[in-house]
């Protein structure tokens, strides 16, 4: 079992900058492949970027792409997001998500919600124009 605890998320301005960070716990959470994940209102959960167990692989969503980036602290055990040049359509509850690196590898699905198996309580995310 692993927990996750999401933090970070706020109110900014379009061109600042964010960072959100998932804190892991329980078995295996070390070595979990972590992806964030994002819920705008009215919208399907969309994937914004991946990091491996690692932490050496990363993979982002084209919309973010150059702009956000994602790191993971072992000795930590945390995920970070650090999002800059924010726009309004930024604006989502953002979930961090984390499941086994070996399924991901395998499968190359490291934008899937497939494989992985947990989530944490969301933290919103506020972009004003």
């Known amino acids: 079992q692993v927990q996750l605890v999401e933090s970070g998320g706020g109110l900014a301005q379009a061109g600042g900058s964010l960072r959100l960070s998932c804190a892991a716990s329980?078995?295996?959470?070390?070595?979990?492949?972590t992806a964030w994940f994002r819920q705008a209102p009215g919208k399907d959960r969309e994937f914004v970027a991946a990091?491996?167990?690692?932490?050496?692989?990363?993979y982002y969503a084209d919309s973010v792409k150059g702009r956000f980036t994602i790191s993971k602290d072992n000795a930590m055990n945390t995920v970070y997001l650090q999002m800059n040049v924010l726009k309004p359509e930024d604006t989502a509850v953002y979930y961090c998500?984390?499941?086994?690196?070996?399924?991901?590898?395998?499968?190359?699905?490291?934008?899937?919600?497939?494989?992985?198996?947990?989530w944490g309580q969301g933290t919103q995310v506020t972009v004003s124009s």
């Open positions: 998500a984390a499941g086994p690196d070996v399924y991901k590898r395998l499968t190359n699905s490291w934008r899937s919600q497939s494989g992985y198996i947990y």
């Open positions: 329980g078995r295996a959470s070390s070595s979990a492949a």
């Open positions: 990091v491996s167990g690692n932490g050496i692989n990363t």
